[in-house]
């Protein structure tokens, strides 16, 4: 008999990231993965070729400097500081570290795929909590927490809505939870947020025990394919995710690269203003054509097709695939009459509103 593995794990779906070709024919715009379309900085490329000279050498198991610069920009302590192979390392150890069968983990209907799969994974039990217009409802999760809620993962800003939940509503969530819980933040998108109510968790983290932020350089800092990221957290959560991290868990490219990312804010600058510029005119073209585009502070935005008469997610997905237009579908996420667009650049984005009006224009014919 073949072995089987833990029950938990085979309720697991896998991740299916958005797809990074189309079967059209000339060039591509893929804006299916919310990353930065203006790339990673200069400085950040430059520190990545130079780790090929030094290959046969192991990482810092520590990773010492970026710690140090990330402490350094947000004026945080380097010691309540862990990094990882992606965020997504960094939830996993949560998980490994605080669930255990029996437990449970809330999150809301929207949220990112990966807190069910680390949930299951651990054995725990994922609690889903309905949302409101596509933001979380802190009365709605409040009420699905019992005692046996031992994590509750909340991002914000929230992919693939865009929603973001303002400061004192994660306030009042972080006090209405059952003690010893942990509150995970979930930040990925935060340095697009320009919003006066809006906080990534650094506050809130700094103020208690029972709570964590984590964050990634795979977006406003265009390193996704080094897969780093780094969380901030109390000193007792970050020494239980030292006993299960493995050891030189963050490779020595992603830590050079991220240390010279991290000192670069020009670069990140930069990306913002890009983004800003182009997220509320394309809220604004993409719902003049009549499809609905629910508020976002991220780096991309829900088209909804429901709106249009006629019009189908998956039907404009595929006219838009043989325009060498790349958008993510949203079904697994509970949302199948939506599409996720990533802000491109200035021509990815002027070619997929002429595209969404061709395909809006061919249900009239």
């Not at 203006?38 to 710690?67: H, N, Q």
């Not at 889903?128 to 991002?155: Q, Y």
């Not at 809505?161 to 935060?190: F, I």
Request: proline share 7%.
């Amino acid at each position: 008999m073949s072995p089987r593995p833990n029950p938990s794990v085979l309720e697991i779906a896998p991740y299916i990231p958005g797809r990074a070709k189309s079967g059209a024919a000339g060039k591509q715009h893929k804006l299916s993965s919310n990353e930065n379309p203006l790339g990673p900085s200069v400085a950040a490329k430059e520190a990545f070729a130079a780790a090929a000279e030094t290959l046969e050498r192991y990482p810092d198991g520590s990773a010492t400097i970026l710690r140090d610069t990330i402490a350094a920009t947000y004026g945080l302590h380097a010691d309540r500081i862990i990094c990882g192979n992606g965020s997504d390392e960094i939830l996993a150890m949560i998980a490994n570290a605080y669930l255990s069968a029996g437990d449970e983990a809330v999150f809301t209907e929207h949220a990112f795929l990966v807190y069910r799969i680390v949930t299951l994974a651990a054995g725990a039990t994922p609690v889903i909590v309905p949302e409101t217009n596509l933001s979380a409802d802190v009365d709605a999760l409040l009420a699905a927490m019992t005692p046996r809620t031992k994590v509750v993962f909340l991002a914000n800003p929230n992919n693939p809505t865009g929603s973001y939940t303002p400061h004192q509503d994660v306030k009042r969530l972080r006090e209405g939870m059952p003690e010893g819980a942990l509150l995970v933040l979930d930040a990925a998108y935060a340095e697009y947020v320009r919003r006066n109510d809006y906080d990534a968790g650094i506050e809130l983290v700094a103020t208690r025990d029972d709570t964590i932020m984590t964050r990634t350089f795979s977006k406003i800092h265009g390193l996704a394919a080094l897969r780093l990221g780094w969380a901030y957290g109390p000193p007792g959560v970050i020494d239980a995710l030292h006993r299960v991290r493995g050891p030189f868990n963050v490779n020595a490219a992603a830590l050079a690269a991220g240390t010279a990312a991290m000192r670069d804010r020009e670069h990140v600058e930069r990306a913002v203003e890009h983004n800003n510029g182009w997220l509320p005119r394309l809220r604004d073209e993409i719902t003049a054509l009549g499809f609905g585009v629910p508020p976002s502070v991220g780096n991309f935005v829900l088209i909804d097709f429901a709106p249009v008469p006629g019009a189908d997610a998956g039907d404009a997905d595929a006219f838009l695939g043989e325009r060498g237009i790349i958008l993510r579908r949203v079904s697994a996420y509970g949302l199948p009459q939506m599409l996720r667009m990533t802000v491109g650049d200035d021509e990815a984005n002027l070619a997929t509103i002429a595209a969404l009006k061709d395909y809006r224009d061919g249900l009239n014919a």
